[in-house]
């Protein structure tokens, strides 16, 4: 789909979330509000977010909800490593300073600091989305795939399973991939088993010699500005997103195609409680994912309306391998992704 024809699409998506807000909207509160505790959560006055997602969704997202329900949002901006570390400093001191945290690194906080919480909005998610001990709940979906740059790749040039990349020794050293793409790793190692798994991507590094980058959204600005040839694998997302800014890049899906959640948890020491269950509530839902959906974001609803409309067709037929890494998950597959990626 043409660049500007994403741009009306995405306007119309922040355009149809504004319009659901009751400042702009005359009929009475959105889904997802919450009147059993909304004067509870206006007492408490603010809500403190701690958030990996980038400043430019977060700020206008949460306006949103700031004027539907008078609870200012005040958020923390870092990336998923820095606040688990962050988070983990000041739960030894006992601090209660943040009371949701909407990163894809949730489950990688110790259990005792994450509440076990219910909302009215969960019954609406894909199942996948919905963590099983209730320490989390999706608000969008990760999946992983490579991406070009239309201007210097051609479309057939591109290989059609990982394999194939290591028939492209001409792309060495113009090929990248982010340092935190452990669970893209673990989702390979679990389809092709590890032993298969572990020597394809060694054959693949060996033949590619790809550049660990830092950052999906940079990686995927720096393949759009044409510093990359090929992402060996990013954000499908982030792709798009770059993509509706009007950059030449686009995905090729790979089978098989791993994905994770961006995951929504409240603490379980919240200094603002029943601000922190609104809060969460709100970031699932519809009004919230169509919003989001309007950057490229994959919603886990089957209510809202992806951009590009086709997202999810393209995935068809692929194997989804979905990975959710627990408290000592990060530092295993961070290990294995420096082996190969990093060798000493």
């Not at 998506?13 to 807000?21: G, K, N, Q």
């Not at 044409?226 to 954000?235: K, P, Q, R, S, W």
């Not at 990975?323 to 295993?332: I, L, N, S, V, W």
Request: glycine share 6%; net charge neutral.
């Amino acid at each position: 789909m043409h660049a500007r024809t994403w741009r009306v699409l995405a306007a119309s998506c922040v355009m149809a979330a504004l319009a659901l807000s009751p400042a702009r909207a005359q009929q009475g509160d959105p889904a997802w509000m919450m009147p059993d505790i909304l004067a509870a959560a206006r007492a408490e006055g603010e809500v403190t977010i701690y958030s990996s997602i980038n400043e430019g969704e977060l700020l206008p997202l949460w306006k949103i909800f700031e004027d539907a329900t008078g609870v200012r949002a005040r958020i923390v901006r870092a990336s998923d490593a820095q606040l688990n570390s962050r988070i983990a400093i000041e739960g030894r001191a006992r601090q209660r300073s943040w009371d949701l945290l909407i990163t894809t690194a949730v489950s990688q906080l110790p259990p005792e600091l994450l509440a076990q919480y219910d909302i009215p909005e969960a019954a609406n998610l894909d199942p996948r989305a919905r963590a099983k001990d209730r320490r989390w709940y999706g608000s969008s979906a990760n999946y992983n795939a490579p991406a070009w740059n239309t201007n210097l790749v051609r479309k057939e040039d591109l290989p059609t399973s990982w394999e194939g990349f290591i028939e492209k020794k001409q792309w060495r050293g113009r090929v990248a991939i982010d340092a935190g793409d452990g669970q893209w790793l673990a989702g390979m190692f679990a389809h092709y088993g590890e032993d298969r798994g572990r020597k394809l991507v060694k054959d693949i590094v060996a033949a590619l010699d790809p550049v660990v980058h830092d950052g999906h959204l940079a990686l995927a600005r720096s393949l759009g500005a044409g510093e990359y040839m090929i992402a060996l694998n990013n954000y499908i997302n982030l792709t798009w997103n770059v993509q509706l800014g009007g950059a030449p890049t686009d995905i090729f899906p790979l089978e098989p195609v791993s994905f994770h959640m961006v995951q929504t948890g409240v603490s379980a020491f919240a200094a603002h409680p029943n601000a922190a269950l609104l809060a969460a509530n709100f970031a699932v839902s519809r009004q919230t994912q169509q919003f989001a959906a309007g950057s490229g974001r994959i919603p886990v609803r089957g209510d809202v309306t992806t951009t590009p409309p086709d997202a999810l067709q393209r995935l068809a037929g692929k194997t989804l391998v979905a990975t959710a890494f627990g408290p000592d998950d990060d530092r295993k597959w961070k290990r294995a992704f420096d082996e190969i990626f990093r060798p000493r």
